[in-house]
């Protein structure tokens, strides 16, 4: 016996393969994993809380009056004007990093110095492209929820 393998061999290997790609995607593609929501920035990657009351993501007491907090999981920054809570993504729209520090009235980001308004998320300094996308809040018995 030889130890090639024919060209006839080869090719049958080749379309089982292409056949059993081809039917894996179409069935991955509508499977129920892939009709959830994907999560791929601040704004939309933390779902709500299992009574449909949003997240909890801190106390206002936690968020300094003038200044903020970042939070890790999910990436988000609460700040505070006031009694006026806001909350953007954490993520800097220059390069994915997250930002570091509110202070100033500003969130800074230390990857490349970009600086985003605390109150609106509107770049203050670049080179950040774009404001920070804002997350929707709302305050429950002194506890901050996601929206």
């Excluded at 490349?112 to 605390?118: I, Q, T, V």
Aim: proline share 7%; glycine share 14%.
């Amino acid at each position: 016996m030889s130890d090639l393998v024919s060209r006839r061999s080869a090719l049958r290997g080749a379309a089982v393969v292409v056949v059993g790609g081809i039917a894996g995607f179409a069935l991955a593609r509508n499977s129920a994993a892939a009709k959830e929501k994907a999560g791929t920035t601040a704004a939309n990657a933390y779902g709500a809380g299992s009574d449909g009351g949003g997240q909890l993501l801190a106390t206002v007491a936690a968020i300094p009056p003038g200044g903020g907090k970042i939070l890790q999981h999910p990436p988000v920054v609460l700040t505070r004007s006031g009694a006026t809570v806001h909350a953007f993504s954490a993520i800097c729209t220059h390069q994915g990093c997250t930002v570091s520090t509110v202070a100033n009235g500003t969130i800074d980001c230390p990857c490349h110095g970009s600086k985003f308004d605390a109150a609106t998320g509107k770049v203050v300094a670049g080179p950040a492209p774009s404001p920070l996308p804002r997350i929707p809040v709302s305050v429950r018995n002194g506890e901050v929820y996601e929206s």
